[in-house]
């Protein structure tokens, strides 16, 4: 059979795409290469502005009906700042993006075999696990996998690239992959049995030599990020290397921590680095990629489900417009993300320096720019784009002007 679409990924992005497009009456073919979807320590952090993109893509009912969840209230914590401050500066998330309540949370393997059902449900045909050996592109698309102990060879009008950062479609086309320089490391665990801290309140600090976020995931289970110290490389090395970072979560500038210290590790900690990476056209002869195989953003500001689900509503829009027999044009798509990727870096670099790096200067220089901006809140506008979408936030926020400004003092 020729496909009209070869979705070689199985996960968010290539789930959610395989979906659309079946919807729309195009025949897919997805090929998943695990059995059972892990948990990668990232991915269940929705932004407003990408919560926006699964609404238009159809795909926002089915992530609540599977258990996803608004965080509605944000605070900010700091070591040189009392708790009772930061608690009485309680951000509301209502307000980045018309009829979404805040960031949407669902946990990452729940989330992908929502999808992934999902698309079975629309008709994608799945195969599953599916290794792929090789990628044909050009004029003539093919996958060769391996499935059921036999050897495969699809072929399609147009192969999809959503198996994430390691890219077998991307490698084949020769693509390169831009990385900046790592910042610091970023670790994630998932905590069970949390009692105190309100589903709907996600919260930030630093202290010491700890940067930490927390997202709850409801019904006790919280995910808690921290970064640290490039330096610090064993830090939260070894079998109690999970109790160890939660334990550092202990914090006087945020007493709430403790409910966190008092829950369970419910899952892995991984540690990984924070850098970004991009490429500068995410499409070639015969295929096109979406999510982080097209080049991810550091994790810090939480970015990665949005950019995939704007990733999809643009290439599906663009494909449901494309003439039968034609070729899609992804051009507007390149250009689109390039913009998106360079501005999402640009507030992912500066978070970074003001949210994770550590001692008396550092510490000094947040408290500058917090005082600063309580009386000048332009200062804190590159924080939109993480929110609302940097397409919504003025050109002049990703300029070396408004990092020096920020940065003073």
């Known amino acids: 059979m020729h496909w009209g679409l070869i979705v070689v990924g199985g996960g968010i992005g290539g789930a959610a795409l395989a979906t659309v497009m079946a919807r729309k009456g195009k025949s897919v073919l997805m090929l998943e290469q695990s059995t059972v979807f892990q948990d990668r320590v990232r991915g269940e952090w929705i932004a407003p502005w990408g919560v926006v993109e699964t609404k238009r893509l159809g795909l926002y009912d089915c992530l609540v009906q599977a258990g996803g969840h608004h965080l509605t209230r944000h605070v900010s914590y700091d070591e040189l700042l009392p708790p009772e401050m930061a608690e009485a500066h309680v951000l509301p998330l209502g307000m980045f993006a018309e009829g979404v309540p805040g960031p949407l949370c669902i946990g990452h393997p729940h989330h992908c075999q929502t999808l992934f059902d999902e698309a079975k449900r629309a008709g994608v045909q799945t195969v599953r696990p599916a290794q792929v050996t090789s990628v044909t592109l050009g004029a003539r698309p093919s996958v060769t996998y391996l499935a059921d102990g036999a050897e495969h060879v699809a072929e399609g009008d147009l192969i999809v690239g959503a198996e994430g950062r390691v890219s077998v479609v991307r490698a084949t086309s020769g693509m390169t992959l831009h990385q900046d320089t790592p910042h610091h490391w970023f670790g994630g665990l998932l905590v069970g049995g949390v009692a105190g801290w309100d589903d709907d309140l996600q919260a ?20 808690v990020y921290g970064g640290y110290a490039l330096a610090e490389k064993n830090r939260f090395s070894g079998p109690e290397g999970a109790r160890r970072f939660l334990d550092a979560f202990s914090m006087r500038s945020c007493p709430k921590n403790q409910h ?7 899952g892995p900690l991984f540690s990984y680095l924070n850098s970004d990476s991009w490429t500068d056209a995410p499409y070639a002869d015969g295929m096109v990629l979406v999510g982080d195989a097209a080049g991810w953003n550091d994790p810090i500001i939480g970015q990665g489900l949005s950019i995939t689900y704007r990733d999809v509503r643009i290439v599906t829009d663009i494909l449901a417009a494309t003439p039968a027999g034609a070729s899609p044009d992804f051009r507007s798509y390149a250009e689109e993300r390039a913009e998106r990727m360079r501005r999402l870096r640009f507030v992912a670099q500066l978070t970074s320096v003001l949210d994770m790096e550590f001692g008396e200067a550092a510490a000094a220089r947040r408290l500058s720019y917090h005082q600063r901006r309580a009386t000048d809140p332009t200062l804190g506008m590159h924080g939109l784009a993480a929110m609302a979408g940097p397409e919504n936030t003025p050109a002049e926020v990703f300029t070396e002007a408004h990092r020096a400004r920020v940065l003073q003092g």
Do not use: S, Y
């Open 260 to 266: 966190l210290v008092e829950g369970t590790p419910a």
């Open 204 to 223: 930030i600090g630093t202290e010491a030599n700890l940067g930490f976020l927390v997202f709850p995931q409801g019904k006790g289970r919280v995910r």
